[in-house]
């Protein structure tokens, strides 16, 4: 049974680089802090940070230990999977309080969070068996025709702080499991959770070199990862700004790339909903992970019906909500990730009144003093947000729900889709044409009818549309895929190409 680690013991961790199967400091001066967002004078991890020489040695790293990897079988591959999953799930509490920690949301959230990286383990470990091609019949007699999934070689994987666990979990599992090296750069915030994904697949068995870890600067290491000649896909999820600068550098490249990036996700509610169910899910979507999340739900259309029956059970739910610590039993709202996005949130709240936009409730950093080191802000609704303001329009990250009425569900489906982003979006209606016409028409990846905005599963696509995602959908056989190249082999065991007409 693994034994616990410092960082679950609430001692500071030192944390360093895993390159070739050794953990070793990164060569810069510069030290990266991770702190509690709850209360920043909480240290959780120090380390010292990546250059590029260091994420050059892991590209290498991962280069050598390719063809051993490569010719491991598939089926294996997954058991190593399979194993990582059986250790993390002995440890799930320790895990998540860590995240709690280090990012700040809620611990039933944390859990929720490493529950789902686990389904995801369970389910590409299950893609070891499943690794499959297809057979095809031929224009020619005695011609074979069939597809082989093989690996793409080097991979590199950039993740973001707000789903510590589960992204680089649901990235780097397929990619393992196809038979790809990686090399895993994580966000800055978060260094202490991907050491611990990392250590589980060291303790798994997986070979040195298979997967590496760079701790370092997005500046320092990033552009080494996408545009390193032994690269052949990079998968990114993280801010629009940063994703269209991969894709433009691995499309230059002409190697494969798959970016999740933003998201302005609305959830609609329309006369006939049932209210009830609509309030649990537009709280969920908007205020949980503290909005941080790409599929949060941050636009909210009411057929004007019910729009003021709806608002004030709303901000009656709203005021409920109890901010803190998020491992503190009760509290349903932890902190921003940092000083920086507290920042981003106050400065929209600024920007959307100014644009004349109704504020509802919260606005503010809270007044209790007991939550002066962190970087808390109150949940906050606003009506009246028209598609002209900055806050219809553009990502925020954080607790800030924007609200609109309509008249009609025409019009409530014009305004779902005047929007840069598309990844999700969420219908509550019981008119079951409604619902069909919406899912039909919603220009995203991923409708949710009666549910919230939020969350994906394993076994079905996840990703969006236009400004929210380019390349190929995550999760599922899809996600597999994208790790994969598919070589068509062409066998003719008795020589009927040699006189036939095909071409
Ligand atoms: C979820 O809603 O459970 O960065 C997953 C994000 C998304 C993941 C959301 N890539 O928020």
């Not at 967002?37 to 010292?48: E, G, K, M, N």
């Amino acid at each position: 049974m693994p034994t616990q680690t410092p960082a679950l013991k609430n001692e500071v961790l030192v944390l360093k680089q895993y390159i070739a199967g050794k953990w070793i400091d990164g060569s810069t001066t510069k030290e990266i802090v991770s702190t509690n967002p709850a209360d920043d004078r909480q240290v959780i991890a120090r380390l010292r940070g990546a250059d590029k020489s260091d994420a050059l040695r892991a590209l290498d790293a991962a280069q050598k230990a390719f063809p051993a990897w490569r010719d491991t079988p598939a089926p294996v591959r997954g058991r190593i999977l399979a194993k990582a999953a059986m250790i993390a799930r002995a440890r799930k509490e320790e895990l998540a309080r860590l995240m709690t920690r280090e990012e700040g949301k809620i611990y039933p959230e944390a859990l929720g969070e490493i529950d789902k990286g686990l389904t995801l383990m369970d389910w590409f470990a299950g893609e070891g068996m499943r690794l499959m091609g297809v057979t095809a019949p031929s224009e020619l007699p005695r011609n074979i025709l069939y597809t082989l999934r093989q690996p793409l070689g080097v991979v590199s994987i950039i993740t973001p702080w707000n789903f510590p666990w589960a992204i680089p979990v649901w990235k780097i599992s397929p990619a393992l499991v196809a038979g790809n090296c990686v090399v895993f750069k994580p966000a800055s915030l978060v260094p202490a959770m991907a050491v611990e994904i990392v250590r589980i697949f060291e303790e798994a068995g997986l070979p040195a070199g298979v997967l590496n870890l760079i701790l370092g600067s997005g500046s320092a290491v990033g552009d080494v990862l996408v545009e390193d000649a032994r690269v052949k896909a990079v998968s990114f999820t993280g801010s629009n700004e940063i994703g269209k600068r991969v894709h433009t550098i691995a499309g230059a490249r002409g190697i494969k790339v798959t970016c999740e990036m933003g998201g302005k996700n609305p959830a609609v509610v329309m006369a006939d909903a049932d209210l009830n169910l609509a309030l649990a899910g537009v709280m969920k979507g908007a205020f949980g992970s503290t909005g941080q999340r790409c599929t949060a739900t941050s636009r909210l259309i009411l057929d004007e019906k019910i729009a003021d029956r709806f608002l004030k059970l709303l901000l009656a739910e709203v005021k409920k909500i109890r901010l803190g610590d998020g491992l503190e039993k009760g509290v349903g709202l932890g902190p921003a990730v940092d000083e920086s996005q507290l920042k981003t949130d106050l400065d929209y709240i600024e920007i959307a009144k100014k644009e004349g936009a109704k504020l509802l409730c919260g606005g503010k950093r809270p007044a209790d003093k007991n939550l002066a080191h962190g970087y808390f802000v109150e949940p906050t609704v606003f009506d009246g947000v028209t598609p002209k303001m900055r806050l219809w329009r553009e990502e925020v990250f954080g607790p800030v729900l924007a609200v609109t009425r309509a008249k009609s569900f025409d019009e409530a489906l014009e305004l779902a889709n005047d929007c840069e982003f598309g990844l999700t979006c969420a219908i509550y209606t019981q008119d079951l044409t409604q619902a069909l016409r919406f899912s039909e028409a919603a220009e995203v990846g991923m409708v949710h009818v009666n549910s919230p905005t939020i969350g994906g599963e394993a076994q079905v696509p996840f990703g969006g549309v236009k400004g929210s995602g380019v390349g190929e959908r995550e999760m599922s056989k899809e996600g597999l895929h994208f790790f994969t190249e598919l070589k068509t082999v062409f066998l003719d065991y008795t020589g009927a190409a040699r006189s036939s007409n095909i071409y």
